[in-house]
């Protein structure tokens, strides 16, 4: 499995940014899927936006659509995301995840994870 390690977490004002790194060990799980989920209290975990092993593909929930961007620097096995013009909506716990290749947006299908990170955006 890939070890993942999240940070980049805090509290923020509605309208401001937050990037979100994810750091994996390992060179050999370096061109996995990398994707973000979230999970805010009482609810599912979410997908949020995943990234393909070459990086040539994104992907995105569309509540984040032109708010959030991910990418990768496969010689440094990291994945960031980095999000912009947060809502209160977005205040959730971010989780980092890897799998070697298939659908992105099915947190079923992952089985590596960080422990993520917390995101609060205040109003």
């Known amino acids: 499995q890939v070890q993942l390690v999240e940070s980049g977490g805090g509290l923020v004002q509605a309208g401001g940014s937050l990037r979100l790194s994810c750091a994996a060990s390992?060179?050999?799980?370096?061109?996995?899927?990398k994707a973000w989920f979230r999970q805010a209290p009482a609810k599912g975990r979410e997908f949020v936006s995943a990234?393909?092993?070459?990086?040539?593909?994104?992907y995105y929930e569309d509540s984040v659509k032109g708010r959030f961007t991910i990418s990768r620097d496969n010689a440094k096995n990291m994945v960031y995301l980095q999000m912009n013009d947060l809502k209160p909506d977005d205040t959730a716990v971010y989780y980092c995840?890897?799998?070697?290749?298939?659908?992105?947006?099915?947190?079923?299908?992952?089985?590596?994870w960080g422990q993520g990170t917390q995101v609060t955006v205040s109003s």
């Open positions: 390992g060179r050999a799980f370096s061109n996995y899927i």
């Open positions: 990234i393909s092993g070459s990086g040539s593909n994104t």
């Open positions: 995840a890897a799998r070697r290749a298939g659908s992105y947006s099915d947190a079923a299908l992952y089985n590596s």
